[in-house]
């Protein structure tokens, strides 16, 4: 029988405790030491705050169930963040792709963990959005695309397809502690984790719950235009904030490819000279740019693997020198990376 949906409010109040988050009334000033800190309430900043007497009678510590996840995961050797600023950049399809190019290696095993608990489009790519979650002793068990490559989801255990998942930060918090921490995984060489765009719940949550068991580093996904990359540089921001290693930064939707004739033309223009220059004027690793391809978008639809359909695509080619960069940064050599 697959997990239920529906969280008893014992939980939720249990899953806002265990993450510290007292119920402010103001907005926290800008240099807030954070409710969870053991400054919080006593510190500098906080004189005058209407939060004061909140964060300073409000529990401190770590989450109890941090050494629990860091138990589950001690099998998994590496875990990598896709994250993105802005959302329509193509990064779900990009975390997509990208695990389909590690399992490509047969001998690897990879997993990936979708945390976009109001979009959850990664079963739709992978082709299992049909399935639903199992439950054993062992905890809950992924639903595997492949032999060597399993998904979590929150689109697994909803009634219907279409039904909206409507929840505050509380709840999404929990499902994202549950998935960390009561999926069974088994021995992953990478666990690559989806993430929403922007810098809010869902990405303090996995960082918070990750802190100890650790995470090797975040991929960045951002379009070629200025729109996109003026809220990538508060995701770097965010990473730095988090304590959270930058592997690089992905270019995507750089040109369309003519599925006829390979010619590349640009549909969104580099006004401020793209990814490689904000990569470079940040200080970070430039991963390479994926250019369009309408027959991503088909491969999406029908739940196909492009990189095994359309081997010929200067895309597919960009994707795959990109897994092995990404493999290289965590740690996996370019063979292992993808099996070549």
Same mark, same amino acid.
């Given at each position: ?6 969280m ?6 249990d899953?806002? =405790? ?6 402010l ?8 030491? +954070?409710?969870?800190?053991k ?19 409000a529990?401190?510590?770590p989450?109890?169930d941090t ?6 995961? =001690? ?37 990936l ?5 109001? +979009? ?38 909803l009634?219907?397809?279409?039904d ?7 709840k ?17 060489d ?8 922007g810098?809010?719940d ?10 100890? =068991? +650790?995470?090797?580093?975040?991929? *960045? ?9 003026l ?12 304590? *959270? ?14 599925p006829k ?5 640009? *549909? ?12 470079r004027?940040?200080? *970070? ?15 999406c ?25 990404? +493999? ?13």
């Open positions: 029988m697959p997990p239920s949906l529906v008893p409010e014992a939980v939720v109040e899953v806002s =405790s265990a993450l510290n988050a007292p119920k009334i103001a907005p926290e000033p800008e240099h807030c030491p +954070g409710p969870e800190s400054a919080a309430g006593q510190a500098a900043a906080c004189a005058g705050c209407p939060n004061q007497a909140i964060c300073k009678s529990p401190k510590g989450d109890p050494a629990l996840i860091t138990a589950r995961l =001690s099998h998994v050797r590496h875990k990598v963040l896709v994250l993105s600023g802005k959302g329509g950049v193509g990064k779900s399809t990009f975390t997509a792709m990208l695990a389909h190019g590690f399992a490509s290696a047969p001998e690897k095993q990879i997993g963990m979708d945390t976009d608990i109001c +979009g959850p489009s990664i079963p739709k790519m992978m082709g299992v959005e049909a399935e639903t979650i199992h439950v054993t002793n062992a905890g809950w068990s992924p639903v595997w695309v492949a032999d060597n490559l399993g998904v979590m989801s929150v689109q697994f255990m009634p219907n397809q279409d909206a998942v409507i929840w505050r930060g509380p999404k918090n929990g499902l994202i502690k549950q998935f960390l921490k009561d999926v069974d995984w088994g021995e992953l990478l666990l690559l984790v989806d993430t929403p765009p810098t809010s869902e990405h303090l949550s996995v960082t918070t719950l990750l802190k100890e =068991s +650790g995470v090797d580093g975040a991929v *960045i996904v951002t379009g070629p235009q200025e729109v996109s990359l809220d990538v540089r508060k995701e770097i921001d965010f990473c730095r904030k988090a304590g *959270i290693r930058v592997l690089g930064l992905v270019e995507n939707m750089s040109g369309f490819v003519c004739c390979a010619h590349e033309t640009d *549909i969104f223009a580099a006004t401020t000279g793209g990814a490689a220059r904000l990569a004027d940040m200080g *970070i690793d430039f991963l390479g740019k994926v250019p369009l391809d309408p027959r991503i978008g088909m491969a639809d029908y739940g196909e693997t492009f990189l095994d359909n359309f081997p010929d695509s200067p895309a597919c080619a960009a994707l795959l020198k990109i897994v092995r960069s990404v +493999g290289q940064a965590v740690g996996l050599s370019f063979d292992e990376a993808t099996g070549d």
